[in-house]
């Protein structure tokens, strides 16, 4: 008896010994599976660029994982005590894995011989996430276990419930319960109520299955599920059970997740941001970056100009048009009209608004930023503020007859008004207003255009403009943000700021890595600029801009159309003293709009409405939009003659006033010339034939 006692207990300990050994075997080889403790001490969970717009509401992240952070702080107890009731009811109890629920998970996979069952804890659950993947294989599963215990040595419990709420997926590329949270219900997790919380918590099982979006009817079965064992555990009263049962489904799916509308602009900063930090990080670093735009605006005004451009191709019949493709396909040759916004802050360069083009999905091209384009009479405030700070003058006279510049014995341009009238004698303010050809072709032509070309440098365009005569009329190529930041210039006393397009970036710990302030530069006396814009003032109250009177926005606002030749591009660029705001369109291959398809008519029915929205949310953030453009010391006023120029002289003529830097207005009722000509040499009978003679050879 007592050696088969012994014999038992030999083999016995040889199995235990055998089974201890393949046991220890076992973990020691998937232990150098797994990753070092290093690693898992310092585990942080990724997230993308958090995109914030200037109003502070969050409207994109880039991220590899669509995922925003949270903090356990932020997590409310019926959230926490939501998943705890469905997936780990031992979670305080346990250290990474509950052996009960385990053992009963392993028995059920064995007699069905699937390994479907889960049993795994909120511990191995993240232990899958954060380092193995999804395969429900038995090696995974030792693992899985192994790192849990990890974890757990590791993290306090709020800590593993906080990356665990940031690391869960919730299908459609949604990571993390603020991410969801947003994306749902448009608010932040620390607001779900009891209903929201159960719903999102029930989504974890299967996201895709349980989305309130593709299947609402299993959702909020699933939902009601999760309510009913936080009634059972005595996490909610019956009052909360009954009210959160009875709670409407209401999803808001728009205000986290930006749209089309304000991608051109996040495309840009993308690329800015890559730039700066490298795109690793932008994706995956936790940056948070605070930008100029005005999101609200940014909708509008992309809705008002396709509402406009889809109302000219049906007027119009274009052959191609912007609804024969679906707005959701991708890459595609746009034939159809096509479209920009720019809106800037005069005095601090924030860019507001930037629409690209009327749908980023069908061409990422920004036609903003990277299309060269002619800017036709547009162009022309560059031309007269040269002229300014020539010597010219409001009141100067300018002689609009017929001229034909020649070179090297041939016609080299003859310059002509849009409507192929003359005027005969003209001051510099009426032939801005109706924007004659003939009388700023006569001027380029005086104080050389190279000095054009040398301000438009200075005012910030970077294309390459040769100095021809016939950059008069707006010849060369512009990329547009530029041209309509150059007319912030006359709005900011004389002041060049370049576009700003985020104020701040911070790291995840909210330490600033880079801030963007407005660094003004005067590039023209503030006195030219001022007279600039009462030039420009004009071409709004009486000129070719006039509709945007007549249509009824009265602010102080100043501004000038552009057409080109065969009407290929059409602008508006205005400006009121806090925003400086220009459209265009025209089509990607260049080619006409049709006849009539001026600046006026193309672009002025979408700059009204978006200009008197931008006004309009000015007035209801408590600044006074009534305020006129402050006038520099310096400038005086003068009664003059409306036919001369010249200070009056005779009983019966017509008297106006006018603005003058002081010392440069009239002294004189008359001379021999009797205008106010300058120079004189373009008096009447000696401009008639001019001969050009170019710096650079001529290319055009």
């Known amino acids: ?68 952070l949270t903090q356990y702080n932020d997590l409310p107890p019926h959230l926490i005590n939501a998943v705890l009731v469905v997936e780990d009811e031992n979670f305080y109890n346990h250290w990474g894995i509950d052996i009960i629920g385990l053992m009963r998970a ?57 990356i665990y709420f940031n690391k869960i997926y919730f299908g459609g590329g949604i990571y993390g319960i603020e991410t969801a949270s947003y994306r749902y219900f448009g608010k ?75 991608n051109y602009f996040l495309d840009y900063l993308r690329i800015r941001l890559e730039r700066k930090f490298g795109t690793e990080r932008v994706f995956n670093g936790g940056l948070k970056v605070y930008t100029t735009l005005d999101n ?79 800017p036709g009479s547009a162009f022309k405030p560059l031309v007269y503020t040269a002229a300014l700070e020539k010597g010219y003058t409001l009141s100067t006279m300018l002689n609009d007859s017929p001229v034909t ?22 001051s510099l303010r009426n032939s801005i207003k109706k924007s004659m050809n003939v ?10 255009p190279q000095n054009v070309v040398s301000l438009a440098k200075n005012f910030g365009l970077t294309t390459t403009i040769p100095p021809y005569i016939s950059l008069a009329v707006g010849s060369c190529e512009v990329y547009p943000y530029e041209l309509i930041n150059a007319f912030s210039i006359f709005a900011n006393n004389g002041q060049k700021v370049k576009a700003i397009f985020y104020t701040k970036v911070t790291d995840h710990q909210g330490r600033v890595l880079e801030e963007v302030k407005p660094e003004p530069i005067k590039v023209i006396d503030e006195k030219i600029a001022w007279l600039m814009t009462s030039l420009l003032k004009g071409v709004v109250d009486h000129g070719t801009a006039y509709p945007i009177r ?23 660029i205005g400006y009121t003293p806090k925003l400086v705001l220009g459209v265009w369109t025209g089509f990607d291959n260049n080619t006409s709009l049709g006849s009539g398809m001026t600046g006026s008519y193309a672009t002025l029915p979408i700059w009204i409405p978006i200009m008197k929205k931008a006004v309009d949310m000015q007035m209801r953030a408590g600044e006074d939009v009534n305020v006129d453009f402050p006038q520099p010391d310096g400038i005086v006023e003068v009664n003059i003659s409306k036919q001369r120029g010249f200070l009056p002289k005779y009983m019966n003529e017509t008297v106006i006033k006018e603005y003058f830097i002081d010392g440069t207005q009239p002294t004189v009722q008359s001379d021999s010339l009797k205008y106010n000509f300058y120079p004189s040499r373009l008096r009447p009978g000696r401009d ?13």
Not at 313 to 337: A, C, H, L
Not at 405 to 426: A, C, M, Q, R, T
């Open 688 to 700: 008639r034939k001019l001969i050009v003679q170019e710096i650079h050879p001529e290319k055009e």
């Open 1 to 68: 008896m007592k050696k088969q006692v012994i014999k038992f207990l030999k083999i016995f300990f040889g199995l235990f010994l055998f089974m201890t050994g393949m046991i220890s075997g076992l973990f020691w080889f998937y232990s150098r599976q797994l990753p070092p403790i290093s690693e898992v001490q310092s585990y942080q969970v990724n997230s993308g660029t958090e995109v914030y717009d200037s109003k502070g509401n969050l409207i994109h992240i880039f991220a590899v994982e669509n995922r925003k």
């Open 188 to 262: 932040a997790t620390k607001d779900l109520t009891i209903s929201e919380a159960c719903l999102l918590v029930g989504m974890i099982q299967r996201p895709n299955y349980y989305s309130p979006l593709k299947n609402p009817d299993k959702s909020i079965q699933r939902r009601n599920f999760v309510l009913k064992k936080m009634f059972d555990k005595g996490y909610i009263s019956a009052n909360q059970y009954e009210e959160a049962l009875s709670e409407e489904l209401k999803l808001d799916v728009h205000r986290f997740v930006s749209s089309t509308n304000s």
């Open 439 to 448: 009388c700023v072709g006569k001027m380029i032509y005086d104080i050389g």
């Open 296 to 374: 609200a605006l940014q909708v509008y005004a992309d809705s008002i100009m396709n509402d406009y451009l889809k109302t000219l191709e049906i007027q119009r019949g274009f052959p191609v048009k912007y609804t024969d493709f679906s707005p959701t396909i991708s890459n595609i040759k746009t034939d159809y009209i096509q479209g920009g916004v720019f809106a800037i802050d005069p005095t601090t360069g924030y860019v507001q608004v930037m629409i690209g083009g009327r749908n980023f999905q069908h061409s990422k091209f920004n036609r903003m930023t990277q299309a060269k384009r002619q």
């Open 405 to 426: 510049f020649y070179k090297e014995g041939k016609v080299y341009w003859e310059p002509k008004n849009y409507d192929l009238s003359y005027y005969n004698i003209v």
């Open 106 to 162: 392993i028995i059920v996979d064995i007699i069905k011989m699937d390994f479907s069952q889960g049993g795994s804890t909120i511990s191995q659950q993240l232990a899958r996430n954060m380092f193995l993947n999804m395969d429900k294989k038995i090696p995974r599963k030792i693992k899985e276990a192994m790192l849990a215990v990890l974890i757990e040595r590791n993290f306090t419990k709020a800590e593993i419930l906080e």
């Open 550 to 572: 007549s249509w009824g926005f009265l602010n102080p606002c100043g501004g000038k159309t552009g057409t080109t030749d065969d009407y290929r591009d059409a602008w508006f």
